[in-house]
Structures are given as C-alpha cells and as structure tokens.
C-alpha cells in the first residue's frame, strides 16, 4: 500500500504484510516483481529499496518457527527497529 510519496524526489513509503517466509523457503516471486516495480519507480533512487521491520531482529528469527519470517529480497537492505510488542511497550 502507498502510504507516502514525495513531488521533489519521487520517493516513497510503501507498507505491506508480512512476507511468506519462515523455516521452509516460502519466497513470492510475485512479491519479489512487485519490489522491483517500486524501486522502479523511485527514479532518483535506482534499484534500492531499504525495508524497515519495526521489531527486535530476535523477534522476528523467534517468529520464523511459527511460520512468520522477515524479508529477505535481492537488492533490498533490511533495518530492524527494535521496537517491543504491544504487551512489553504497555509495561513502560
């Protein structure tokens, strides 16, 4: 989902689900086509595309053994955030 788009540089802030990964290789190669379309279409920015998962890296290996996972795409960088689920953010 486009969330964001800047006129002067033509980036944008796209969101979506979590990918289909997890301890077998799940990859989508629908998904994979659509991050080329986006990075395509950040013209100033070439084919980079930064993804930004807001949880603690640990979490999102942990979530792998229940079948969630985290992106891992060709041509793409990923940041984790470290930002704590609800249930440890209510506690501070």
Not at 27 to 33: K, L, P, R
Not at 42 to 64: E, H, S, T
């Amino acid at each position: 989902m486009l969330s964001w788009y800047s006129r002067d540089t033509y980036a944008t802030i796209t969101r979506s689900s979590q990918p289909l990964t997890g301890l077998v290789n799940r990859t989508c190669e629908d998904d994979i086509e659509l991050l080329r379309k986006i990075a395509d279409a950040n013209v100033n920015q070439g084919f980079k595309l930064i993804i930004l998962d807001a949880r603690p890296k640990v979490n999102a290996m942990a979530n792998m053994a229940n079948g969630g996972g985290y992106e891992d795409y060709p041509n793409c960088e990923l940041e984790f955030h470290n930002i704590q689920n609800i249930h440890v953010m209510r506690e501070r």
